[in-house]
C-alpha cells in the first residue's frame, strides 16, 4: 500500500515524498507544476524521487477528477497528505476566486476521493493563518477562529471544515495540522526567510514591511516532518493539531540572524505594513506534545545556517 501525496513537488511535500521513499515505502505524488513560482524549481524538487521506483509522479491538478483517479488507481493508497493548496496570504487578496477554487474545491475532490477508495487515514495542511488577530497567546486549536484577515486564511478555514464534514458523514479518519511558518532547504523563492537570504547575499534592497515588532513562529522543516509522521500513525476520528516551534521572533531580530549568517549588512526599504499580515503567530504545541509526542528540534538560528547552505549550494550549481 501506498501514500498520496498532493502538492507532491512543492516544499513540504518534496521534502516529505524523500524522507518516506528513503523509508523504503511506496508514495505516489500528485502536482501540477502551477507557475506561482517557476514550475522548474519544483521539477528540481524531485529529481532525486523520480530515480527511486519507490515514487512515482501524476502530473494533475486535484481539481481534475480524471488526474485524481490516476493517481489513486496507481496503487492501493492507505493514507493521503494533503498538501496541495494556492499559497500566499497576499497574492490571495488580489485572486480570491482561484484560491476558493483550489483550495477549497479542490479539497472537496481529494475527499471524494479518499472516501471512494477507502483510504485509512487523511492528513490535511491546514495553516496558522486561521487564528486572524487572535489576541490570545499562544494561540490554541481551541481558540474561536471565526474571523480570518486574508482569503487565504478563509481558504484553509473551509477546508478544515468540509474535512470535518466529510469525517462526520464517512467516518474517515482526518487530522488537520495548522503549520506555523515553515522553512528549510526547498522553501518558496516569496517566503521571508529564502526571499531575504537572496536579497541580502545579492546586495539588494530588502523590503522591510512595519517597524520590525512583528513576530512570526519559525518552524523548520524536518521539525513539521516529523509532526506529519506521527499523524500519520495517529489513531483518531478529527483532530486539529498545531505545528510549531513556539518560540515567535520579532521581524527585526529574524533580519538580523540572517545577516549575521550570510556575513552581510542587509540594504533595509520599510514600507508600510501589508493588508492581510498579522501581528504575531504563537503555536501552542501541547496537543501535538500530548498526541504525537512532537517536540521540535532544530533551534532558528541553526535552521537558518542550514537554509544559507543549502541557498548557496543552489546559487553554486546556477
Same mark, same amino acid.
Given at each position: ?101 483550489v483550495n477549497v474545491n479542490g479539497t472537496i475532490r ?42 487565504y486564511a478563509a481558504t484553509k478555514r473551509a477546508g ?13 479518519? $482526518? ?7 515553515? *522553512?528549510? &532547504? /526547498? ?5 521571508? #526567510?529564502?526571499? %531575504? ?87 501552542? $504545541? ?7 509526542? *512532537?517536540? &521540535? /528540534? ?5 535552521? #537558518?545556517?542550514? %537554509? ?11
Amino acid at each position: 500500500m501506498a501514500v498520496l501525496i498532493t502538492g507532491a513537488a512543492g516544499f513540504i511535500g518534496s521534502n516529505l515524498v524523500d524522507r518516506l521513499v528513503s523509508q523504503g515505502r511506496d508514495v505516489v505524488g500528485i502536482d501540477n507544476f502551477d507557475p506561482y513560482y517557476d514550475p522548474a524549481v519544483k521539477r528540481k524538487n524531485l529529481t532525486r524521487a523520480l530515480e527511486n521506483d519507490k515514487f512515482h509522479l501524476v502530473e494533475g491538478d486535484i481539481r481534475d477528477e480524471a488526474a485524481l483517479a490516476q493517481a489513486f488507481d496507481y496503487e492501493e493508497i492507505s493514507h493521503v497528505v494533503h498538501l496541495a493548496a494556492r499559497a500566499g496570504v497576499r497574492a490571495s487578496i488580489q485572486n480570491p476566486h482561484l484560491y476558493a477554487d483550489v483550495n477549497v474545491n479542490g479539497t472537496i475532490r481529494v475527499l471524494d476521493a479518499s472516501i471512494k477508495h477507502k483510504v485509512q487515514r487523511l492528513i490535511f495542511g491546514s495553516s496558522s493563518s486561521v487564528y486572524g488577530m487572535n489576541a490570545k497567546l499562544p494561540f490554541s486549536e481551541d481558540d474561536p477562529v471565526e474571523e480570518p484577515v486574508s482569503p487565504y486564511a478563509a481558504t484553509k478555514r473551509a477546508g478544515e471544515l468540509v474535512c470535518f464534514a466529510y469525517h462526520h458523514l464517512y467516518q474517515l479518519p $482526518i487530522c488537520c495540522l495548522r503549520f506555523f511558518t515553515v *522553512y528549510g &532547504p /526547498r522553501q518558496r523563492p516569496d517566503m521571508a #526567510i529564502h526571499k %531575504f537570504t537572496r536579497l541580502i547575499d545579492q546586495g539588494q534592497e530588502l523590503p522591510f514591511y512595519g517597524d520590525g515588532t512583528s513576530r512570526r513562529d519559525y518552524t523548520f522543516i524536518s521539525d513539521i516532518l516529523d509532526g506529519i509522521e506521527a499523524a500519520m500513525a495517529l489513531d483518531c476520528g478529527f483532530e486539529i493539531i498545531n505545528l510549531g516551534d513556539s518560540a515567535p521572533v520579532e521581524l527585526s531580530q529574524l533580519v538580523s540572524i540572517i545577516e549575521n549568517t550570510v556575513g552581510t549588512k542587509a540594504n533595509i526599504k520599510s514600507l508600510p505594513d501589508q493588508p492581510g499580515d498579522v501581528p504575531v503567530t504563537y503555536a501552542d $504545541i501541547s496537543k501535538a506534545a500530548r498526541l504525537l509526542d *512532537y517536540a &521540535p /528540534r532544530v533551534s532558528l538560528a541553526a535552521g #537558518i545556517a542550514r %537554509f544559507v547552505e543549502w541557498y548557496r549550494q543552489q546559487r553554486n550549481q546556477r
